[in-house]
């Protein structure tokens, strides 16, 4: 078996690059990659029993679960949250926020409250580099009853850059 010494090594590993530059040296590419993240949701703010915007006194009923939301030109889209049931003495809640195709779900999951009471709040979201587009909005609150249809609503983001829209709830928290 032969060996190739330190010098061979050298001459060798020295033909190989100038080969390269050789032929890498006809027409300069030029690639560039740009890298495009999808969108990102995350939670802004927490009013816990209307401390942000009252319930019944912000003009909302009680009796009601509410989105809005307001999007703008550079694909931010903010969501409120308005009336859901938390825990009175909530500080931080857990969501889970995804954007699949022409759905975007925001699942609450979790809360830090220990009170034995639960009241209306506000969530406040924030959604970046969303595209502009028709969406189904799915918002799944902690207090809604198994069976009862969660708060959902579409929007056309190309067409309208803020609206709202609510479902009728009957029983505690919500009040009629």
Known sequence: M???NSAGKYILGSAILISSIIVGCGEEKTVLTR???GPAGTVLDLGVCGRLEAGAGGGFDAG???FRY???REGRLELDHINTGLNCCTTRI???ISVSGDTITISETGEDGLCDCVCLSNVYYEITRLKT???NL???GLYVKDGDLPLTGSIDLADSTSGT???RRDYYPWQN
Request: charged share 35%.
């Open 2 to 4: 032969r060996y190739i």
């Open 35 to 37: 890298i495009e993240r």
């Open 64 to 66: 009601k679960e509410y």
């Open 70 to 72: 307001r999007h703008t």
């Open 94 to 96: 857990t969501s889970g």
């Open 133 to 135: 587009g028709k969406y």
């Open 138 to 140: 799915i918002f799944e």
């Open 165 to 167: 829209g609510s479902i």
